[in-house]
Every structure is written in C-alpha cells, then in structure tokens.
C-alpha cells in the first residue's frame, strides 16, 4: 500500500518561490515515474511536471521554465521547485505515480497572491 504526503505549500506573494515535497511509502518507489499534479475547485486534476525513473523531466507548457521536479530515490522523496509564481499558480498540488495509478494524498494548498 502506497501512501504519499506531500508538504511545503504557503501563502507567497506573485513571484515569489516555494518548493513542495512528497514522501512516498511503500517499495514501489523508484518503479515508476513520478508526477506533481494541481487542482483548483470545479476544475480537472492536471499534470503539471513528471519525472521519469531515467531521470527525463516533462513540463505542462503553463509552467515551463519555472518549476523543477526532481527526486530523491534514497529518500522516497519527490520536490517540486516552483519560482517566479503566479495568481494562476494558486491550487492544491498533489503527486502520485506519473500514470496516477495510487490513492491520492491530502494535498497541500498553494495560493499564489497578486
């Protein structure tokens, strides 16, 4: 059974910079890629940044340039680096396996103020 939590998230000012973390139990980790994932209320889950077990990263075109995914394997820990934030940034962020096959964590809230 994966459990995954993730933490770092806050209140930042527009351009400001947080970086969230995500602590996966279970020995699954290092299977698979792995993804950060943002919602907003009324709006689909989205993959924002992956990270695949070659280490390879993919961005969604809205954060390109300004978040870095990386992981620890021996830490069964996955970060997300976000910079120059937006408004728009603002969601609760999740990570799961980059398919998102695994029960979902709480979250952890971003709000990004202008």
């Known amino acids: 059974q994966v459990q995954l939590v993730e933490s770092g998230g806050g209140l930042v000012q ?6 969230l973390s995500c602590v996966v139990s279970g020995r699954e980790f290092g299977i698979y890629g792995m993804g950060w994932y943002r919602q907003v209320p009324g709006k689909e889950r989205e993959l924002v940044a992956r990270i695949r077990r070659s280490g390879a990263t993919n961005y969604a075109d809205s954060v390109k340039g300004r978040f870095t995914i990386s992981r ?43």
Do not use: H, I
């Open 72 to 114: 620890d394997n021996a830490k069964k820990t996955v970060y997300l680096q976000m910079n120059s934030l937006k408004p728009e940034d603002t969601a609760v962020y999740y990570c799961n396996s980059d398919l998102g096959f695994w029960s979902w964590g709480q979250g952890t809230q971003v709000t990004v103020s202008s």
């Open 14 to 19: 527009s351009g400001g910079s947080l970086r």
